[in-house]
């Protein structure tokens, strides 16, 4: 049995898709475990480039089963859109399969998603408004509808009208908007989910008979650590867990099941939405590693915030996860400056601390303790084919991760293709 998760050491946007994409090759089945529609993975296979937001970046390893976890809130409409999209670039998605467990978004999830966005005003989260948070938030008071109810027409649409009905005395009474057509949304959304239901099944099941079957299982996180439900910077997070813990409830296996972390790390530091950012430039620098790096989010087209890498917020992901190595990718993104840094402490109040706090208050108030190392240029990337031609000093900047952070990089990755990726040491 081998079993690897796949997720994101930071805020997310690190380049995970473009990791799972090299090693589903090696795996029997891919697995997303959370999240929905907000994530954005993107994915560059020759001359083409793909952009996903639901399905597994395995999809394009071809006989592999990809799997969207009972941990996922899914738009049907999104899903049925994304596989079009596919299907119309020559990808075949017959092996996708959708937890029976996984739970449904609808019209109003949406609505309430912009609507409470919109009544916070500056104190907005910065959510995708794709009705991710909502949804959620019916699973958690069990009123939400699961891909399993869909089997059961009547049912289904009682539960359906049912919600429809009680959301609408909240956007009618509450913030004065006009209430949702409750026959409309059952008939659009139950022509997308008879679309769709050929590829529900109970997955718990067929993982966990894999995992005896002693298949090779990559899971795929979205979002990133920094943004868990948990332990990220609450209230700018998203409402899942896409740390390692995750992955057992999102898709259905013994917490025993998981063999090995690899954590997506970014040469800088990203963020998208509010919330403080330690190591956050405001100068041309961060606007030079945003403009190189195409620092845009892939769901929402905003520009993303750029710093430079935070060790305190790796080493603290690494005790979350439990990463037995790292991948660390845009490091072509850095090249040209004479100098790079890592934040190697924060300053408080005068003293230094080298824990990330729990509060935003306090994280707010702590100013970066860098470590200045030389830089390399554009010249010495041209034709890195392997770890071995990277110039030296970007190996001691990948060094100087390892020793900061504890964690050993196993892939380096110097550009989008599948070409640009450096293995130093073989994981699954």
Known sequence: MSTLVILGAQWGDEGKGKITDYL??????VVRYQGGDNAGHT?????????????PSGIFAGDKICVLGNGLVINPKSLLEEIKYLNDRGINTENLRISDRA???????????????????KNKIGTTVKGIGPCYRDKVERTGIRMCDVFHKEFFEERLRENINNKNEIIEKLYGKEGLDADAIIKEYSGYLEEIKKYIADTTDLLNKSLKENKKILFEGAQGTLLDLDFGTYPYLTSSHPISGGVSIGAGIS?????SALGVVKAYTTRVGRGPFPTELHDEIGDAIREKGHEFGTTTGRPRRCGWLDAVMLKYSAQINGFSSFAVTRIDTLAGFDKVKICVGYELDGEKIEAFPASLETLAKCNPIYEELDGWSDEEMTNVEKYEDLPQTAKNYLKRIEELSGVK??????GPKRSETLIIEEIF
């Open 43 to 55: 994915v560059e296979i020759g001359e083409n480039q793909y952009k996903l937001h639901l399905i």
């Open 103 to 121: 739970h449904i978004i609808f019209p109003y999830h949406i609505l309430l998603d912009q609507l409470e966005e919109e009544k916070k005003g």
């Open 255 to 259: 917490p025993f099941g998981l063999k």
């Open 24 to 29: 589903a090759n090696k795996a029997d089945f």
């Open 409 to 414: 990089v196993s892939i380096a990755s110097v």
